[in-house]
């Protein structure tokens, strides 16, 4: 674990170090892409330390969600946003008719980016993740879909062990904590999180939570980037002077 902190940490080092250095005239473009590291750098390492908080509050019994009504169709473009510019490119098929699900929004946000940010890490260029959208009686499911190399069926359970990584063989993806947390985070807001095998190739990773009851209204949250970059190409431009 060591390693995974001090990666981004010494990369963001290096970057601000440079800039500060008065050895070197920097141009432009390559004082940015210093100030790009930087930031990556520290984003990396923020996403492990709130990881390695709330997995130690998990353990501890001291993190609780707080399940509201919620429509998955507003959870997803959030996680979305998350990932930045890579989660431009997963496929969404969730039906904006599904029922509404109990859950803490908060926490589902951080399940589905960790979720998406697994099959992104691992899913051919050629092939995006997909997510769908289901209901089966009085449970709604999530399934995150991967194209990627899969998981043999046996060990399928053991990519939710703290400090598990995917394949054992990559110590450049982090410290494998996203699927511990993700897994524990699900069953605090009463659902469950399990693996399967993609039919042709992969990994699904179906998340089921419990439908609200009949007639709950949900909470609306935030527009998703997706949301907002639609609505922006569909407004009229009025003037020279209208921002964006």
Same mark, same amino acid.
């Given at each position: 674990?060591?390693?995974?902190?001090?990666?981004?940490?010494?990369?963001?080092?290096?970057?601000?170090?440079?800039?500060?250095?008065?050895?070197?005239?920097?141009? &432009?473009?390559?004082?940015?892409?210093? #100030?790009?590291?930087?930031?990556?750098? #520290?984003?990396?390492?923020?996403?492990?330390?709130?990881?390695?908080?709330?997995?130690?509050?998990?353990?501890?019994? /001291?993190?609780? /969600?707080?399940?509201? !009504?919620? &429509?998955?169709?507003?959870?997803? !473009?959030?996680? #979305?946003?998350?990932?930045?510019?890579?989660?431009?490119?997963?496929?969404?098929?969730?039906?904006?008719?599904?029922?509404?699900?109990?859950?803490?929004?908060?926490?589902?946000?951080?399940?589905?980016?960790?979720?998406?940010?697994?099959?992104?890490?691992?899913?051919? !260029?050629?092939?995006?993740?997909?997510?769908?959208?289901?209901?089966?009686?009085?449970?709604?499911?999530?399934?995150?879909?991967?194209?990627?190399?899969?998981?043999?069926?046996?060990?399928?359970?053991?990519?939710? /062990?703290?400090?598990?990584?995917?394949?054992?063989?990559?110590?450049?993806?982090?410290?494998?904590?996203?699927?511990?947390?993700?897994?524990?985070?699900?069953?605090?807001?009463?659902?469950?999180?399990?693996?399967?095998?993609?039919?042709?190739?992969?990994?699904?990773?179906?998340?089921?939570?419990?439908?609200?009851?009949?007639?709950?209204?949900?909470?609306?949250?935030?527009?998703?980037?997706?949301?907002?970059?639609?609505?922006?190409?569909?407004?009229?431009?009025?003037?020279?002077?209208?921002?964006?």
């Amino acid at each position: 674990m060591g390693h995974d902190l001090r990666t981004p940490l010494a990369s963001a080092k290096a970057a601000v170090t440079s800039l500060r250095s008065n050895d070197i005239e920097w141009s &432009a473009q390559d004082h940015a892409e210093l #100030l790009l590291t930087a930031d990556e750098s #520290l984003d990396r390492l923020a996403h492990l330390v709130d990881n390695l908080l709330d997995m130690s509050r998990l353990q501890a019994g /001291a993190l609780s /969600a707080v399940r509201r !009504p919620i &429509a998955l169709d507003e959870v997803v !473009p959030l996680a #979305l946003d998350d990932l930045g510019p890579a989660g431009s490119h997963v496929v969404i098929d969730v039906p904006d008719d599904l029922p509404v699900v109990l859950a803490d929004p908060g926490l589902l946000e951080r399940v589905i980016a960790n979720l998406l940010g697994n099959a992104i890490r691992y899913s051919p !260029p050629d092939s995006p993740p997909r997510v769908t959208g289901s209901s089966l009686g009085d449970r709604v499911e999530l399934r995150v879909i991967d194209r990627g190399p899969g998981i043999p069926t046996a060990y399928l359970e053991r990519v939710f /062990a703290p400090f598990q990584r995917l394949g054992d063989t990559d110590n450049t993806t982090g410290v494998g904590l996203g699927l511990a947390l993700s897994r524990g985070l699900t069953v605090a807001m009463g659902g469950t999180l399990n693996p399967e095998e993609t039919p042709g190739g992969g990994l699904t990773m179906v998340v089921s939570l419990n439908a609200a009851p009949q007639g709950a209204a949900a909470t609306r949250g935030e527009p998703g980037r997706r949301e907002r970059e639609g609505a922006n190409q569909e407004r009229p431009t009025t003037s020279g002077n209208e921002t964006t």
